[in-house]
């Protein structure tokens, strides 16, 4: 698995019958497109999509127009996609899967000269279905998880994924309500553990739809549960998780590790433009002692947090639309850290989660409790 890739959240695109501006819209599909095809030229080959970014479509497009130009041939690509939520039949319409706070957030990325009021001005003209702040509704049900895989491989326009993984752990109850909250706002679980899901995910790898397949967000418990499945048939090759400074999630990436499971950073840089970010919030590129470090390897900040994790030998995926940004972020094969500086970057002692999911803290598998 190629060490570093790109992002691809908080890039809107493919929304192109919401009630918005179809001018807004037509610009977003243009700048996912723009980002994967320039990040090609870069040499990026390794792409992080999912089926909740909602723009797997425009990601395709790219890859077909740049293996149509022969810069890049698809068997040299590493596309990785997520099995998480919607999928409740192909029937049904991309706006209906578009939670209102992603949405706004994915506006205000790809527009940051976009005030908020506008942002939420814009978000207020989504259908009223579009609830707000509910996040994920996960239909997780065996059933649909080969449709779930049929629709992202029709979106990218390929014959297979090289990884398929599955979003989080836990599963939230089967049916048309996206995020099916009880009265105080909690999702209400699924009936259907990750455990049977795994199951369904194997049958993929088994019709030849995916090469591997994975897991996200699963705690070092999750993944014990897993491998001591009885009958368990393909291990899960990967476990993609939120992983910077303020995060350092050694154990568990230790433990993924000593089974050979690779690992894959997500939030790399801390999400520096997290719209929702009070004061007491993060923010890697203004530490000092990461700002020192750079400074001393005379690199930026962001390729430093980046080049962190592939001397951890983990996999990195940093999102960028900004071609500038793109570049920098490749540039970090030319410097090591020394031995003390990733002490020191491992050793903030925080425990800080940008992806909470605070909403399903009560699930059973909800993977954060522990910390
Ligand atoms: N498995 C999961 O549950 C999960 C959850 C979240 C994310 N992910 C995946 O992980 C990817 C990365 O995480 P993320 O997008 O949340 O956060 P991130 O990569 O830490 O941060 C992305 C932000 O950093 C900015 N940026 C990128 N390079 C920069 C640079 N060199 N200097 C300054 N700013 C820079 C980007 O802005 P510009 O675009 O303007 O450059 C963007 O706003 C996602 O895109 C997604 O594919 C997975």
Redesign the pocket.
Known sequence: MPILG??????YAGAGDLSLSPSLWSLSLQICRD?VKFAIDVGYCHF???YL?QNESETGDAVREKTKERVVRREDLFIVS?LNKVHKSATSSRQEDVPYRELSLCLH?VF?CLGCSVVVRLAEQLPSFVLPLRLWSTFRERSLVKEACQKTLAALQMDYLDLY?M??PMGFKAGEELFPADGNGMTIPSSTDFLATWEAMEELVDAGMVKAIGV??FNCNQIDQLLSKPGLRHKPANN???N?PYLPQEELIKFCQSKSISVTA?????????PWSKPKDISL?DDPQIKEIALKCDK????V?IHLQIQRNVSV??????P???E??FKVFDFELAEEEIGTLLAFKKQYH??TLSECKNHKDYPFLGE
Not at 6 to 11: A, F, K, R
Not at 317 to 322: G, M
């Open positions: 790109l992002g691809t959240w908080q890039v980002a992080d999509c999912a970014h997520k990325c940051p993984l979003h989080w996200s967000n993609q998780i939120e910077h997500y939030c790399p840089l801390g999400v520096p433009n997290w590129f930026t900040p962001a390729q947090l995926i940093p999102k960028s639309v900004a500038h940004h793109t920098e972020n940008i992806y």
